[in-house]
Every structure is written in C-alpha cells, then in structure tokens.
C-alpha cells in the first residue's frame, strides 16, 4: 500500500489508557534490558550480582553484550504509542509489529533458559537472572496487553490530526 497522498486520510486506532500505558511499560522494559547488557559490559571482569545471571568459584556468567540487537529490535518493532492522550497509531502493520515484538520477547526467554539449563549444579543464580526473567515476562505482558482489540478506529492526515468522515 502507497503512502497517503497529501489530503489522503489514514486509518489509526485510538489507543486508550490501557494501550498507552502497555507501550510505556514494554519500552521501559526493553531499556531496562538495554541498560542490564551495558552494565554488564561495564562490570565484564568482575562480580556484580545485579547483572550476572550466575556464579560459581570460578566463573561468573553474564549476557553476553552480542545480546544488544535484542532489546534494540524489540524498540524498534514496538508500535510507537506515548503515553499521551489525544495521540494515534497508525493501524497498517500494528498487529504485524505486534507479533514480531512479541516473538523478539519469546526469543530472549527461550535465550535466558537455554544460557541457565546449560550450567551445572556449581553455580548459583544471582540477581541478574531474575531480574532479566521478570523483565522479559513484563515485557512480554505489555506488549500483548497492547493488542487492539477494543479500540476505536479512526481516520487520520498525514499530520496525525483526526479526521471526520
């Protein structure tokens, strides 16, 4: 589909609270994510509880910072809803976006399981994992909770300003 031609109307949900207030929790938790990765990095030689996911006597086991495109894609597919009345969302791709942020969610649980399955029994949990776990669950919440059903459908111009018809 082109797109729409000066004058041309769009269609646009209408998010309500409860959509503007998912978008804000899923992108805060991709930054959460983001943020975990980098202070991981920061902290690569040396123990931090709160960004390994694991430790024995010799070994702490972190997220590797190959982990960035993550959260950086789950920002970028998340559909761009501020927490802000009066605002629209454009509805071509937003179901698709949807979806796709949801898997990227999927993805980095089935990541966080598989990295923690593969430890043996020396190695004790720190605070990392959980926090990563229940940041990636969080995550996946919000952006399902953000799913359109319920929501007005309006036209919109290319100014983002609703449109009677």
Known sequence: MPRAEPGQL?????????????????????????GGLLGSGFTWGERAAAFDLAASDLQVVKLGLGYLAGPLMILASLPLVLGRSRQVALKRHFRARLVLAALLWVAGLVILIAKL??????????????????????GLAATLAMW??????????????????
């Open 148 to 165: 359109p059903s319920g929501l007005r459908t309006v036209k919109v111009d290319r100014a983002g300003l609703v449109r009677e018809t």
């Open 117 to 138: 399955a593969d430890l043996d029994d020396s190695y004790t949990l720190r605070a990392g994992a959980y926090v990563t776990a229940a940041t990636l669950i969080v």
């Open 10 to 34: 769009r269609e646009a949900y209408l998010p309500n609270r409860r959509v503007r207030l998912a978008s804000d929790v899923a992108s805060a938790c991709a930054i959460v994510l983001l």
